[in-house]
């Protein structure tokens, strides 16, 4: 994880810059001021009367009765208001607080102490700071009897609240409406429709007080009615005041009158009417007025979820609430029933709140009685309507829940992927095992974070908080399962530029500080000057993990991962199916390295005496490994230092400039004007050695969010530089670069360019330094003169006729090269989806889908002689090689897919541009292919772009807009018909 040399002082003033406008590019604008508290009086009960709630989607005529067009004089209407708005305040919960009754709940009680209130969100508590497990999984995860039977408080019903939330669970099948009731049963009305009326109705009861139990009753009612009866747009609004009314009677202790609801209507109805449709409603539902409705068992669970702490989480609620409503907007939700909803709700909440931890735990699923794998679909659903919310049109929920008392829950940013682990129903027995091995892993971390923390590591500025963790102030320790796994998540938010960590350097494993604590180690180590430094920091290593728990660092050890998979320790098969032959050079030099690095520094080992197993080739690639993948530049020795937490941060790659802060990051636009080639000191860092404060600083690189993970840029590299040095590659990485074989003689002439300057960029484009050679080399010798050189070296065009050969000869070479590898960029994704089967440990196999893999996954069973354990349990080393397997195919597939692209672009570009009259000009580079015309019909048939909605192209692009164009909306296969049909 080499860091730059770049000092601190050099770094640190690009991060002071404002990072407004970033984040607001990055989450939109900030909400408006109409989304901010609103005050409770009479006329915002008229803001809430004046709504035409259907006009937008019924074309009513202003006029229209449903949608009255309202006055002001509106407002001296209904004199009782504000005396009727403070008797009608919420009752408590009646019967809802169901709770279980001992013979259905005696199994695993672990007898509960009553605990001190601790909010589940994440604070600056040592509570949060080990979050590296799970909270299923690790040792906090005990099932909590939420029904003390001796609670003083006799609404809990903890008596019969087994009984009583059966009997919900039972019941809510009966009251539920039909789910297609709009298709099969309606003709005027849609669910836009609904969705206007409830947004409305939510209105309402806010402004009137109403309890929740009655908006939610409104809603069932309404949609029970809807099921079985036909209904006018022009009735709607009808059905909806009267189904509150009744709901109000039903749950309110002082019910609005009948005059109100029409008051509320802007008198858009009688009150006949309305007692009419109140009527039909009550007798359409046979007087079956109570129903399980969400809120029901939102109570029971929001309880469950905060097990038995003595005062609730007002935070926890209000955002499940909030969740909760917003389902009510949403007609499709009604295929979840009211149980899966409400526990669904408390999942995202909880995991909004803490997107660190894993929100399903054995309480919750003992008193939900679902496992986390049942919430799936709904959670997945309420969170595309939370992540929607601020765009939304239906803005009740949203507004009502930004306000104070709701602890503006509505303005949390909710997290847009949900590992997928955590629907994982992980306490099975089946998983005991990985259990305890999380168990353990867990209280190591906190013994590692406590011992950090006496060294002096700190995420805090302040030196007065003295904790027994090292980190929970700004940092904490949690799992990104799709960005690289073990790191740091932010428990606050955090500026830009903020000093996150600082680890002094009494802390840090460098090959100064282990022989500073070791006589031997330093005699032995001074006889060997002729290793290099690195050789010297990973024999240091090995002799540190062989003192086992005597090493000074052992709680840091313990922590270091147990393999790798970078290039070096690549076996065969891996090797060759990286494909690509500059690949399988990198890799091979890479092990070769190892080895014979391992192979001179034996001597030293021996003299330490190291056991055999410290000895072994094996151990050797992986202190280098750990060497490679983690330590931190430091300016006294050029082999680096492990940093003790500080090597706990994921990798961030540069070149997003909203991410960044000017500077080095411009590396790319420097190469595309010739000024080639970055250096070390050049890369972006995000923190370093301050002499000054004798510690590593490291610094948020932007802002982040509570719950996101922060992340560290290590330096500028291309994906096979990653997976040399780190064992990863990323999908969008700007930085990546694909090398094809080119002509000796071609080399030749871009003598004054460096060889590594030649080039595909990450999104397909060819390199400044090939189009400018491949111009020059693809006129006859004889002409090139001063004046060509002279263009070419300003990045200009020599001719028409020359672009279009420079054109042809890459989509050509593109084309040949994928040609002539074994496998195409579709069996690609498909060897990587089986590899995924394979390694799936709860999937199991059909025997058609193994007779179905193709060559390279048979090569491989075959290989690895595994044909019989399909479906069975690999052992660790298999399973270590397939996940090497799975890099190699993953990144030769990236990198084919770059290859491709650029085959593509010119391609198409060379088709049109031939028949095109263009004039050069002087801007360089195929920005100067900006007049081709695309007129083409097959490519104006195949566009599918969202940015020209009539699907079409327009007749005049630009090089760039081409470009974005195919490679963002059309798919390959699009493209394939398109250009090779
Ligand atoms: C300095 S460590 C970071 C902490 C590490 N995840 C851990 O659990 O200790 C660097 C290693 O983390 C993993 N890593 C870091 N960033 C990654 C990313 N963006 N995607 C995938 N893996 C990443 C790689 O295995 C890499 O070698």
């Known amino acids: 994880m080499k860091m730059s040399k770049t000092t601190n002082q050099n770094r640190r003033p690009s991060f002071t810059s404002s990072t407004e406008s970033s984040m607001r590019k990055r989450h939109?604008?900030?909400?408006?001021?109409?989304?901010?508290?609103?005050?409770?009086?009479?006329?915002?009960?008229?803001?809430?009367?004046?709504?035409?709630?259907?006009?937008?989607?019924?074309?009513?005529?202003?006029?229209?009765?449903?949608?009255?067009?309202?006055?002001?004089?509106?407002?001296?209407?209904?004199?009782?208001?504000?005396?009727?708005?403070?008797?009608?305040?919420?009752?408590?919960?009646?019967?809802?607080?169901?709770?279980?009754?001992?013979?259905t709940c005696e199994e695993e009680v672990v007898p509960i102490e009553r605990k001190a209130f601790s909010n589940l969100c994440i604070t600056p508590s040592s509570d949060t700071t080990t979050n590296v497990m799970s909270e299923t999984e690790n040792k906090e995860d005990k099932f909590m009897n939420i029904d003390n039977k001796d609670d003083a408080d006799p609404q809990l019903c903890a008596t019969f609240a087994c009984d009583i939330y059966n009997h919900l669970r039972a019941a809510e099948a009966k009251k539920q409406p039909a789910v297609d009731y709009m298709a099969t049963v309606q003709k005027d009305v849609n669910s836009t429709m609904r969705g206007i009326l409830v947004d409305w109705l939510v209105e309402v009861s806010e402004e009137y007080r109403l309890v929740p139990e009655t908006l939610y009753l409104t809603v069932n009612y309404i949609d029970r009615y809807l099921s079985g009866n036909v209904i006018s747009r022009q009735k709607l609004q009808l059905l909806g005041v009267a189904c509150m009314m009744i709901a109000a009677k039903y749950e309110e202790v002082c019910a609005p009158q009948v005059e109100e609801f029409c008051y509320i209507t802007d008198n858009t109805y009688l009150k006949d009417e309305v007692l009419d449709m109140e009527s039909?409603?009550?007798?359409?539902?046979?007087?079956?007025?109570?129903?399980p409705t969400v809120k029901c068992f939102l109570r029971r669970f929001s309880r469950a979820a905060q097990g038995v702490h003595e005062a609730p989480c007002m935070q926890l609620e209000c955002m499940a609430s909030y969740i909760a409503e917003l389902s009510l907007l949403e007609y499709t939700m009604l295929s979840h029933s009211p149980s899966l909803v409400a526990a669904s709700a408390i999942f995202l909440a909880k995991y909004t709140l803490d997107p660190t931890r894993r929100p399903w735990n054995s309480t919750l699923r003992h008193y939900t009685q679902y496992e986390a794998m049942e919430l799936r679909g709904c959670v997945m659903d309420l969170q595309r309507l939370c992540s929607n919310a601020h765009v939304s049109t239906l803005p009740a929920v949203r507004d009502k829940y930004s306000q104070h008392k709701y602890k503006f829950v509505a303005k949390k940013f909710c997290p847009s992927i949900i590992p997928p682990d955590f629907f994982k129903n992980s306490l099975s027995h089946k998983n005991q095992g990985l259990r305890r091995r999380m168990d353990s892993e867990h209280q190591t971390m906190e013994t590692f974070l406590r011992w950090s923390a006496e060294l002096g590591v700190s995420d805090s500025t302040d030196p007065s908080q003295s904790h027994d963790s090292c980190l929970g102030r700004t940092l904490s320790v949690a799992d990104f399962p799709l960005a690289g796994g073990r790191g740091l998540g932010?428990?606050?938010?955090?500026?830009?530029?903020?000093?996150v960590l600082k680890v002094p350097r009494n802390a840090l494993l460098t090959t100064e500080s282990m022989v500073a604590k070791d006589q031997n180690l330093r005699d032995s180590v001074n006889l060997h000057r002729s290793l290099s430094s690195t050789q010297i920091l990973s024999v240091c290593l090995l002799y540190e993990m062989?003192?086992?728990?005597?090493?000074?660092?052992?709680?840091?050890?313990?922590?270091?991962?147990?393999?790798?998979?970078?290039?070096?320790?690549?076996?065969?098969?891996?090797?060759?199916?990286l494909q690509v032959e500059d690949a399988v050079w990198a890799a091979e030099k890479a092990i070769a390295k190892s080895q014979s690095e391992w192979k001179e520094a034996v001597t030293l080992m021996k003299e330490l005496d190291l056991k055999p197993k410290f000895q072994s080739l094996q151990a050797w690639n992986w202190a280098s490994a750990t060497i490679s993948s983690r330590t931190l530049h430091i300016p006294w020795d050029s082999a680096g230092c492990l940093c003790p937490v500080g090597d706990l941060f994921n990798y961030d790659a540069p070149g997003d400039d909203s991410n960044t802060s000017g500077g080095p990051e411009t590396v790319n636009n420097a190469e595309e004007a010739g000024h080639v080639v970055e250096t070390q000191s050049e890369r972006l860092t995000d923190g370093g050695f301050d002499?000054?404060?004798?510690?590593?600083?490291?610094?948020?690189?932007?802002?982040?969010?509570?719950?996101?993970?922060?992340?560290?840029?290590?330096?500028?590299?291309?994906?096979?530089?990653?997976?040399?040095?780190?064992?990863?590659?990323?999908?969008?990485?700007s930085n990546d670069k694909v090398f094809i074989p080119l002509e000796t003689s071609l080399y030749a002439l871009a003598s004054s360019w460096p060889k590594d300057s030649l080039y595909i960029h990450q999104d397909g484009k060819p390199s400044f330094a090939l189009v400018s050679t491949l111009r020059l080399w693809l006129?006859?010798?004889?002409?090139?003169?001063?004046?060509?050189?002279?263009?070419?070296?300003?990045?200009?065009?020599?001719?028409?006729?020359?672009?279009?050969?420079?054109?042809?000869?890459?989509?050509?070479?593109?084309?040949?090269?994928?040609k002539d590898l074994p496998t195409s960029i579709l069996e690609d994704r498909v060897i990587l989806q089986d590899i995924d089967k394979l390694q799936d440990p709860e999937l199991r196999l059909e025997q058609r889908e193994v007779e179905a893999f193709g060559s390279e996954v048979r090569a491989f069973l075959e290989a690895n002689h595994?044909?019989?354990?399909?479906?069975?349990?690999?052992?660790?080393?298999?399973?270590?090689?397939?996940?090497?397997?799975?890099?190699?195919?993953?990144?030769?597939?990236?990198?084919?897919?770059?290859?491709?692209g650029l085959s593509v672009y010119h391609q198409m570009l060379s088709v049109d541009g031939e028949a095109e009259d263009f004039s050069c000009d002087s801007s360089g580079g195929y920005k100067s292919i900006e007049m081709y015309k695309i007129r083409t019909s097959k490519y104006a048939n195949a566009s599918i772009d969202p940015c020209f909605p009539d699907k079409r192209i327009p007749g005049e692009l630009q090089a760039d807009t081409i470009h974005f164009f195919f490679f963002k909306y059309v798919s390959i296969s699009e493209f394939n018909n398109a250009v090779y049909m």
């Open 28 to 103: 939109g604008p900030p909400p408006s001021s109409s989304s901010a508290v609103k005050p409770i009086s009479n006329t915002a009960v008229m803001v809430a009367k004046k709504r035409a709630p259907l006009g937008n989607i019924t074309n009513q005529k202003k006029d229209s009765r449903i949608f009255p067009n309202s006055s002001s004089a509106d407002s001296a209407h209904c004199p009782n208001k504000s005396a009727k708005l403070k008797l009608a305040a919420p009752t408590q919960p009646v019967c809802v607080n169901a709770c279980e009754t001992k013979s």
């Open 779 to 818: 006129i006859p010798q004889s002409q090139r003169d001063k004046s060509v050189m002279r263009l070419v070296y300003a990045g200009s065009q020599i001719s028409v006729k020359n672009e279009i050969l420079v054109m042809k000869w890459v989509s050509e070479k593109c084309r040949s090269v994928l």
């Open 691 to 733: 002499g000054e404060a004798n510690a590593y600083c490291l610094y948020a690189r932007r802002n982040y969010q509570l719950g996101e993970q922060v992340l560290l840029c290590y330096g500028t590299y291309t994906n096979l530089e990653l997976l040399e040095h780190y064992g990863f590659t990323l999908d969008e990485n």
């Open 546 to 577: 062989s003192k086992g728990k005597c090493s000074f660092w052992y709680p840091y050890l313990v922590h270091l991962p147990r393999d790798y998979d970078l290039l070096a320790t690549f076996g065969e098969f891996e090797k060759r199916a």
């Open 280 to 291: 039909a409603v009550l007798n359409y539902l046979k007087f079956e007025m109570s129903a």
């Open 866 to 900: 595994l044909w019989d354990l399909i479906n069975g349990e690999f052992c660790g080393k298999t399973k270590r090689i397939m996940s090497k397997w799975r890099l190699s195919v993953q990144w030769r597939l990236r990198n084919g897919t770059r290859t491709f």
């Open 490 to 499: 932010a428990v606050r938010e955090l500026r830009k530029g903020e000093l």
